[in-house]
């Protein structure tokens, strides 16, 4: 009869402890919901107000943990009144952040110093979005901070784990009334002890503590939309100091052959293509504190490099600076101490103001090193020095040495080079289009060169070995290029010497040469070589250095 009585009472207490339990669970539930609007309320009211009423925020749920000092926020979307941005910032024409959620753990305040500093434990904030559009055509007054606008300073925010997935931003520019947008895409940061000064904007220390950031895709656009840059996979992580960025590409949007008519100024067409890049002792501190790029090693390989220049289409005459003048001209400090570059090739290609096919020379198999990379001498690296060997139209082998001044008050270069042995009809691709005229015959057996000079005026030491030269002037007619014998004839006879040495005797050739500012570092270069080929090749009656053949000296 117990058992029989014990039982309904049994059922009775459970029953009333499951109604009790629901009952906290939708008190609960219900004091979390009135919290979280609460929450809500004030996070939207607050963006309002010290932002002066620019910006604006709405939040599609809230929910608060008190016991666990937490909060999820969902639904993240702020915008900006377009009449006071363009008030207060009249370049900005729209900015919008967006976000899927953020969830916030751990917030405190601590007393450190006399003040309350916020701690937070963790952020993860997911799928944010920025936009941006600003126009460049606008006058652009001193950007008041939000700081001034609030009279409130945070002076420091420390967050110990911070996560940031799946983010993108888009950013555009309005320039002469055509909008040019840039795209980031898959952004991913984090880190594992972040502090930030928000009272001081020139505070670097976050960097000390080590992020982590990956992109999965970038696309900016340069020259109003003409040339695209893009990569495929950028990497930063301030811990290592290390960063590397994959499938880089610098493609322009236009035809090599229409390109310098439809871009502003004319340019050459341009195309570079790596496969990877990658640094290793990057100082992100110096960067940021003394505005210094400060890199011990560079990577780079599986590289394509093209180039085209439409000598038809007029350019606008600009004076183009040497490579270490351009260099001693930045505005920012820089000290690489080793660049390693392998498996490159460069095509020049060039159209002549007559020409119908363009002189293509190439660089095959390029690889090297740089060492002192730097707009400031050191007692380590005085000067800059390029080791670079490659294969002159995938044919003969090129080495050279560089040395370029560090120093902006250093204007002296050197270049020591050989050329190893070569069929010579290989350069007729060049020579043929850009100057009319074909190498029938001829071998280089070797060649070896010394340029010194300034960004003025070059002088160059030669001496070139060939044999069998056989030259023909070339004229255009309606079936292609034919050869002018009688010409041709005249130029063999009695202006081009057939090699060397020749008759037991090897020359060399020297001269000087000066630079044309307008043109480009390589063709300054090139233009150095010409006297001590012409010396050497040109002209039965020239005045050259001879010297005895070993052979004959013995």
């Known amino acids: 009869m117990e058992t029989t009585e014990r039982k309904p009472r049994f059922r009775k207490i459970v029953r009333t402890a499951g109604i009790v339990v629901v009952a906290v669970l939708l008190l609960l ?52 009144d377009s009449l006071l941005l363009a008030k207060r910032h009249p370049g ?45 055509s606008d006058s652009v007054p001193p950007v008041d901070s939000l700081q001034r606008a609030s ?29 040019t947008c840039h795209t980031l895409r898959g952004l991913s940061i984090q880190t594992d002890d972040f502090r930030l000064n928000a009272g001081n904007a020139n505070d670097s220390g976050w960097l000390d503590n080590g992020i982590r950031t990956s992109v999965e895709s970038v696309n900016y656009q340069l020259d109003e939309g003409a040339v695209a840059l893009q990569a495929d996979t950028l990497i930063i992580d301030t811990r290592k100091g290390e ?14 052959s229409e390109f310098a008519s439809l871009v502003a100024g004319h340019p050459d067409w341009t195309q570079v293509v790596a496969g990877r890049i990658a640094c290793t002792g990057v100082d992100y501190p110096e960067i940021a504190r003394n505005k210094k790029l400060k890199i011990d ?5 599986n590289v394509e490099i093209g180039s085209f220049k439409n000598r038809q289409i007029p350019q606008k005459q600009r004076i183009k600076p040497l490579f270490y003048q351009s260099l001693q001209k930045l505005s920012f400090g820089v000290e690489v101490r080793r660049i390693s570059f392998s498996d490159i090739r460069a ?6 103001a007559t020409g119908t096919v363009p002189g293509t020379v190439t660089f095959d198999s390029l690889r090297g090193d740089l060492y002192g990379l730097a707009n400031a001498a050191s007692p380590e690296h005085p000067r800059i020095t390029l080791k ?41 691709r060049a020579i043929e289009p850009l100057v009319n005229a074909r190498i029938n015959t001829g071998r280089i057996d070797g060649m070896n060169f010394r340029i010194a000079g300034d960004s003025r005026q070059a002088d160059v030491q030669l001496l070139l070995l060939y044999d069998s030269l056989n030259v023909s002037l070339m004229k255009q007619e309606k079936d292609g290029p034919k050869a002018r014998r009688l010409l041709s004839a005249i130029v063999d006879d009695l202006l081009i010497r057939t090699g060397n040495p020749e008759d037991g005797v090897t020359r060399t050739g020297e001269g000087a040469t000066e630079r044309d500012p307008y043109r480009s570092q390589f063709n300054y270069l090139w233009k150095s070589l010409m006297p001590g080929i012409k010396q050497t090749v040109v002209g039965h009656g020239t005045v050259v250095k001879r010297h005895r053949h070993r052979d004959d000296r013995r």
């Open 92 to 136: 900005l024409r729209m900015f919008r952040l967006t976000a899927a959620q953020l969830s916030i753990g751990g917030i405190r305040l601590t007393q450190q110093d006399g003040d309350r500093t916020p701690t937070i434990a963790e952020i993860e904030v997911s799928a944010p979005h920025v936009d941006i559009v600003r126009n460049f």
């Open 243 to 256: 960063c590397s960025v994959a499938g880089v590409r610098l493609l322009p949007q236009y035809p090599k």
């Open 29 to 80: 539930a219900g004091a979390n919901l009135w919290i979280g609007r609460i929450v809500r309320q004030k996070i939207e009211k607050e963006v309002a107000e010290q932002t002066g009423g620019m910006c604006r925020i709405s939040i599609d749920r809230v929910r608060f943990n008190p016991v666990g000092r937490s909060m999820r926020l969902k639904g993240i979307v702020l915008t900006t």
């Open 151 to 179: 009279g409130q300073t945070v002076r420091t925010i420390g967050i110990g784990r911070l996560r940031i997935a799946d983010g993108s931003v888009t950013y555009c520019e309005i320039r002469n009334g055509r909008q």
């Open 347 to 352: 095509v020049y290609e060039e159209l002549s």
């Open 388 to 428: 670079a060997s490659g294969r002159l139209m995938n044919r003969g082998v090129l080495q050279a040495t560089f040395l370029l001044p560090a120093d902006s008050l250093d204007d002296r270069f050197e270049v020591d080079g050989k050329l190893g042995p070569m069929e010579l009809q290989a350069m007729n």
């Open 297 to 301: 090693s560079v990577w780079i390989g």
